[in-house]
């Protein structure tokens, strides 16, 4: 068979429902890991699905316990031909947010798929079963058409704890990186640029969140016998943020910024172009650090956000001087800044100014920043195959504007990181109403049937 046969032969894997079908079974597996309920769906994702699917491909599966306590499980499959080949590292999780299942557009809930034009729904069809799907499909279709050869080993990691800051997954790789031993790592999770085009990222920005809280005193106090003389917890806290951000969304405190943005990115960055798409938001072209593009601020620079902010009752207000404040704050963050910085800065900062009272706490283990420059030989390998394929040039992120566990792979295994996303800016993950589109997974599909052909073909490969 020939490059073109695989590609063939993963377009009626589609066309004939063969894709529709695996994915909405993984679909219907309700693995959320963000309650705790749902656990046992985390297993049974890996043991009754992923486990026999692979077994039919020859992996050899185990799964793990995670190494934090209450933490989620982790599979590890490896399909190992000769110990002279080149080893592929893959990855993907299983695991998804909450449903909202109330929450859906009419006729459309989080786990059963329907199909309504150009669009699939379901909870995981874009983050991440749908992605891995297609990769797994792609393994599967190369193999056959090399007479059940692929020319190179695999290991797939298969997490069950992305949506909550995969915990345990860096003790995890640390304690056993002698199953990991690869020699490039290619998966696939977030979007694409835009639906119509192709992309292909090396890295991602990192996320660190923290909740700054102001407690001042129990219980709430009428306003009518205490406003006035009563501090009030919610506005001395708002101005606290102001004076770290301000209010066209311009990171104020230096510390909080990263480095300047190298003329290898920006000209990367000069390239695409953010937005503009059906069921994008329009972007506020003045929020965020002056002087930079659109693609700048999301791919090359950091950002502070506020996800929530709440004192009093928002749902049931009272005429009372509430008793306390909180902000929960996020950031995103590029290769090359140093997370540990933010607590410390912060809080320098607000005592400064006179915020001591103004607590800070982490959240969660925060997700490091990794880049792997677009002219590394992985690299331009993995641009030149996609471009093949696609028969243009691929859209080429330093890193996506997102943050995923990649430092468990580029830092803690030391691998060459390439990620082909198969989804949309507007799919709504982590939202009501998630969807993949029909279009861009067929495409998908023949992206990484020839990428996958190709690692097996040698000839060109970056091997050390």
Same mark, same amino acid.
């Given at each position: 068979?020939?490059?073109?046969?695989?590609?063939?032969?993963?377009?009626?894997?589609?066309?004939?429902?063969?894709?529709?079908?695996?994915?909405?079974?993984?679909?219907?597996?309700?693995?959320?890991?963000?309650?705790?309920?749902?656990?046992?769906?985390?297993?049974?994702?890996?043991?009754?699905?992923?486990?026999?699917?692979?077994?039919? =491909?020859?992996?050899?599966?185990?799964?793990?316990?995670?190494?934090?306590?209450?933490?989620?499980?982790?599979?590890?499959?490896? $399909?190992?031909?000769?110990?002279?080949?080149?080893?592929?590292?893959?990855?993907?999780?299983?695991?998804?947010?909450?449903?909202?299942?109330?929450?859906? $557009?009419?006729?459309?809930?989080?786990?059963?798929?329907?199909?309504?034009?150009?669009?699939?729904?379901?909870?995981?069809?874009?983050?991440?079963?749908?992605?891995?799907?297609?990769?797994?499909?792609?393994?599967?279709?190369?193999?056959?058409?090399?007479?059940?050869?692929?020319?190179?080993?695999?290991?797939?990691?298969?997490?069950?704890?992305?949506?909550?800051?995969?915990?345990? =997954?860096?003790?995890?790789?640390?304690?056993?990186?002698?199953?990991?031993?690869?020699?490039?790592?290619?998966?696939?999770?977030?979007?694409?640029?835009?639906?119509? $085009?192709?992309?292909?990222?090396?890295?991602?920005?990192?996320?660190?969140?923290?909740?700054?809280?102001?407690?001042?005193?129990?219980?709430?106090?009428?306003?009518?016998?205490?406003?006035?003389?009563?501090?009030?917890?919610?506005?001395?806290?708002?101005?606290? +943020?102001?004076?770290?951000?301000?209010?066209?969304?311009?990171?104020?405190?230096?510390?909080?910024?990263?480095?300047?943005?190298?003329?290898?990115?920006?000209?990367?960055?000069?390239?695409?172009?953010?937005?503009?798409?059906?069921?994008?938001?329009? +972007?506020?072209?003045?929020?965020?650090?002056?002087?930079?593009?659109?693609?700048?601020?999301?791919?090359?620079?950091?950002?502070?956000?506020?996800?929530?902010?709440?004192?009093?009752?928002?749902?049931?207000?009272?005429?009372?001087?509430?008793?306390?404040?909180?902000?929960?704050?996020?950031?995103?963050?590029?290769?090359?800044?140093?997370?540990?910085?933010? +607590?410390?800065?912060?809080?320098?900062?607000?005592?400064?100014?006179?915020?001591?009272?103004?607590?800070?706490?982490?959240?969660?283990?925060?997700?490091?920043?990794?880049?792997?420059?677009?002219?590394?030989?992985?690299?331009?390998?993995?641009?030149?195959?996609?471009? $093949?394929?696609?028969?243009?040039?691929?859209?080429?992120?330093?890193? =996506?504007?997102?943050?995923?566990?990649?430092?468990?792979?580029?830092? +803690?295994?030391?691998?060459?990181?390439?990620?082909?996303?198969?989804?949309?800016?507007?799919?709504?993950?982590?939202?009501?109403?998630?969807?993949?589109?029909?279009?861009?997974?067929?495409?998908?599909?023949?992206?990484?049937?020839?990428?996958?052909?190709?690692?097996?073909?040698?000839?060109?490969?970056?091997?050390?």
């Amino acid at each position: 068979m020939t490059r073109d046969a695989v590609i063939e032969s993963l377009e009626h894997y589609f066309d004939d429902g063969g894709f529709w079908a695996d994915l909405s079974r993984r679909v219907a597996i309700k693995s959320c890991s963000q309650d705790e309920p749902f656990r046992p769906e985390l297993y049974r994702y890996l043991k009754d699905e992923m486990m026999p699917y692979l077994a039919d =491909l020859g992996f050899v599966s185990e799964i793990f316990e995670n190494p934090k306590p209450g933490g989620q499980p982790i599979l590890v499959a490896r $399909r190992q031909e000769d110990d002279d080949l080149p080893t592929l590292m893959t990855y993907g999780h299983g695991d998804v947010v909450r449903g909202y299942d109330d929450q859906w $557009r009419d006729g459309i809930g989080p786990w059963e798929m329907k199909k309504v034009g150009d669009r699939w729904y379901g909870r995981g069809t874009a983050d991440n079963k749908g992605q891995h799907t297609i990769n797994l499909a792609a393994l599967k279709a190369c193999m056959d058409a090399r007479g059940g050869k692929l020319g190179y080993n695999v290991v797939a990691l298969i997490e069950t704890g992305e949506e909550t800051g995969s915990p345990g =997954l860096r003790e995890f790789c640390r304690a056993h990186s002698d199953l990991f031993k690869a020699d490039v790592f290619i998966a696939s999770d977030g979007p694409r640029l835009n639906a119509l $085009r192709p992309t292909v990222y090396f890295g991602s920005r990192g996320v660190f969140n923290f909740t700054m809280s102001l407690d001042l005193r129990e219980g709430g106090h009428h306003s009518g016998n205490w406003g006035g003389l009563l501090a009030n917890p919610g506005i001395i806290l708002a101005h606290a +943020i102001s004076t770290i951000v301000d209010a066209k969304g311009k990171i104020l405190l230096d510390e909080l910024k990263p480095d300047p943005i190298s003329n290898s990115v920006r000209d990367a960055l000069s390239k695409l172009k953010v937005g503009g798409m059906e069921g994008d938001p329009e +972007i506020d072209p003045d929020w965020g650090e002056p002087g930079l593009t659109a693609e700048e601020k999301v791919f090359g620079w950091n950002t502070f956000e506020i996800l929530a902010f709440k004192t009093g009752n928002p749902d049931n207000p009272v005429n009372a001087v509430p008793p306390k404040a909180f902000a929960k704050c996020h950031m995103r963050f590029v290769a090359g800044f140093d997370p540990a910085v933010v +607590i410390p800065a912060v809080r320098k900062h607000l005592d400064k100014l006179g915020y001591d009272k103004v607590t800070l706490t982490p959240d969660r283990e925060f997700m490091a920043a990794t880049r792997l420059e677009p002219d590394t030989p992985w690299a331009k390998w993995a641009i030149n195959s996609l471009a $093949r394929t696609a028969g243009e040039e691929p859209a080429v992120l330093p890193n =996506l504007g997102g943050s995923l566990p990649n430092d468990c792979f580029a830092h +803690i295994l030391g691998l060459p990181t390439v990620w082909v996303p198969h989804s949309y800016p507007a799919c709504s993950q982590h939202a009501p109403n998630e969807h993949i589109l029909e279009s861009v997974s067929r495409s998908a599909l023949r992206l990484m049937g020839g990428l996958f052909w190709d690692l097996g073909e040698r000839d060109g490969l970056p091997l050390q």
